[in-house]
C-alpha cells in the first residue's frame, strides 16, 4: 500500500486577521506599532486590475518584526496626507520587502511612498535559481506552508472588503521576512547576493516608463486587421472607449473588450441592430451595448475620414522588425543574434539563472541590430559593454556576458539548429 503525501498545512495569520485601518486614530496606532518593531518590513498592496481604470491601491499590508501585522485602506487617506508621509518616513528607516516589486511599486508611490531600499523576493528566487518563483510555491518549498489564492482576481475596489479577503491579504505579508532571509541566505551561498541587490537598486533608481506612443496599436487582435481603414476604426474606437473608461475608473475591458472592437473594425455596423448582429458570434454582452450610440459615432467618424487621415499601417517608432524576419530579410543581423542567444542560453544554465534575467533580450537584440561603433575593432570588447551598459544592463550583467556577445557579433552564419528525429512508430520500431 503506498504511503499518502502528509498534506502540506494551510497557512494562517498568527494573530488573527487584523482590522482594517480606515480612521487617522487606527491609521496613527498603526504606524507608532510599527515603529516598535525592527528589521525589514513586509509590504504588499492589491489593486483592482480588470475591474478599475487606474492602478491604484485599495489596500496596503504591513508587517514587521515586533510591529504587527496591519491592514490599511488607503481610499480614506490618499497622496499626501499627513499620515501616509508618516508612513513613508517610516518605510525609508529600513528595507522593504515586497514580491514581484515592480507591480506593487507603481501604486505605492502613487500614495507617496517611496522605499529606500528594496528586496524583491521574487526577483531574489529567480536569481537564486529556483524553479517556481510565486509566492504560494516558494512558501510551500522552502517553508512547507500552503498559501490560498482564491482572491486573489478579486475586485478589491469592492466596499466593505470581506473577511475572507482580508484574511487573504494578510498572508501575503504573514511570512516574507522569514521568506526574505531564507532567499537571501540561499543567494549568499550561491554567490549571488551582489547580483541580487545590484538588481534591487537599479528596480528603485529606474524611472517611470514614458507614455506608449499610439497605445491603442497593442489592442489584442490586430494581427487581423490589414487595412489602414480598418485601423481608423480600431483608434477611433480604443479612443472613445479609454476616454470613457478614464473618466468612471472602470476597466476598458468592461465596457468594450478588444476582440468587440477588431469584429467592429473587420465589419463596421451602422445601426444598433448591426452593431448587435456583429458581436453575438463573439458572446454579445449587454453591457457593450450601454454606450451603442458613442460606439456607432466612433465608426462612423473613422469611416468619413480621408485616406491622408488614415493612421499608418506601421509606425516609425523606435522598434525592431519581428524576430521572425530577421532570418530571410535580415541574415546579416540574425547571424550573430543566434550566436548569442545561443551563448546566453549556455551561460543561464551554468549559472542557474533564467536567461531573461541573466539579460533582457530586447537588449541582446539590438545590440545584435545595431552594433557598437568598434564592435569588430581592437577595442571591440569595452565598445560592446559600454553599449550593454548604455542600454541598461546592470555591471553584474556585462560582467557575465558581454564577451560572448563581442564574439558573437563576428559570426556571419546563423547557428544550425539540429533538425529534432521523428519518434518512431510501433511499425517502424
Known sequence: MEEQATPIPLLAP???????????????????????????????????????YSARAYLIQIKRT??????????????????????????????????????????????????????????????????????????????????????????????????????????????????????????????????????????????????????????????????RDQLAIIRELWQSRDAIAQKSDIAGGKLLNDSAIVELALNPPKTKREFEKTLRPIGLRARWVENVNIW???????????????????????????IKLWRDKFPEKFAPLSHARAAIEKIAADNSIPAENLITPEIVRRICWSPPQGATAVKSLEAVRNALISLGARTWQVDLVAESITQSLLETEPVEVPESVPESTPEEA
Not at 494573530?15 to 496613527?28: C, E, K, M, N, S
Open 14 to 52: 498568527s494573530a488573527g486577521v487584523p482590522a482594517l485601518i480606515d480612521t487617522d486614530a487606527a491609521f496613527a496606532s498603526a504606524i507608532e506599532a510599527l515603529s516598535k518593531g525592527t528589521g525589514p518590513f513586509a509590504v504588499d498592496a492589491e489593486r483592482a486590475s480588470g475591474f478599475r
Open 66 to 227: 515586533g510591529g504587527g501585522l496591519h491592514l490599511i485602506d488607503p481610499i480614506p487617506f490618499g497622496p499626501g496626507h499627513s499620515l501616509m508621509n508618516s508612513l513613508n518616513e517610516l518605510l525609508q528607516s529600513d528595507e522593504v520587502i515586497l514580491h514581484a516589486s515592480t507591480q506593487d511599486l507603481p501604486c505605492l508611490r502613487e500614495l507617496g511612498i517611496n522605499p529606500k531600499a528594496l528586496f524583491d523576493t521574487e526577483l531574489g528566487g529567480r536569481i537564486a535559481g529556483l524553479p517556481r518563483v510565486g509566492l504560494g510555491p516558494l512558501l510551500e518549498s522552502l517553508m512547507g506552508v500552503s498559501l490560498a489564492k482564491e482572491h486573489s482576481a478579486a475586485d478589491w475596489s469592492t466596499r466593505p472588503l470581506p473577511i475572507e479577503w482580508l484574511n487573504y491579504a494578510a498572508l501575503d505579508v504573514e511570512l516574507l521576512v522569514e521568506l526574505r532571509n531564507i532567499i537571501d541566505t540561499i543567494l549568499i551561498d550561491s554567490k549571488k547576493n551582489l547580483w541580487a541587490y545590484e538588481e534591487f537598486a537599479s528596480i528603485l533608481l529606474a524611472p517611470a516608463p514614458a507614455p506608449r506612443v499610439d497605445p491603442w496599436r497593442r489592442t489584442s487582435g490586430m494581427h487581423k486587421i490589414k487595412r
Open 296 to 322: 456607432l459615432s466612433a465608426i462612423n467618424k473613422a469611416v468619413e475620414l480621408s485616406e491622408n487621415d488614415w493612421p499608418a499601417m506601421r509606425t516609425n517608432a523606435d522598434t525592431l522588425p519581428p
